[in-house]
Nanobody, 128 residues
């Protein structure tokens, strides 16, 4: 069974950095488009970043552009989200997700409905 397991979330001060990891079973990372989403307390889940299957086409929410970087290590079956210059408004549970949608082969997708496999989430708290 395909599984995604996130890790790396913790309490960090504003301005600090964190790297989230998403360990995937099977060969998900070499065949699925991947994404990161987050859900802050009392808010709906929102797109953070995504990467295509081939060519590393990436996309970012405007709120994290220039601060966050998505990457993928196919050999280690792990997806990463490097988060720099963290702000209190980045506080949320972060989820990684996998998409088998055909368009994600060459193009990332920010559409939550395109993702059919989700991890359990890892909490990130940024203190001011």
């Amino acid at each position: 069974q395909v599984q995604l397991v996130e890790s790396g979330g913790r309490l960090v001060q504003a301005g600090g950095s964190l790297r989230l990891s998403c360990s995937a079973s099977g060969r998900i990372l070499s065949t699925y488009g991947m994404g990161w989403f987050r859900q802050a307390p009392g808010k709906e889940r929102e797109f953070v970043s995504a990467i295509s299957v081939i060519g590393n086409n990436t996309g970012y929410a405007d709120s994290v552009k220039g601060r966050f970087t998505i990457s993928r290590d196919v050999i280690k079956n792990t997806l990463y989200l490097q988060m720099n210059s963290l702000r209190p408004e980045d506080t949320a549970v972060y989820y990684c997700a996998a998409s088998s949608a055909r368009q994600t082969i060459m193009q990332h997708t920010a559409r939550e409905n395109d993702y059919g496999i989700w991890g359990q989430g890892t909490p990130v708290t940024v203190s001011s």
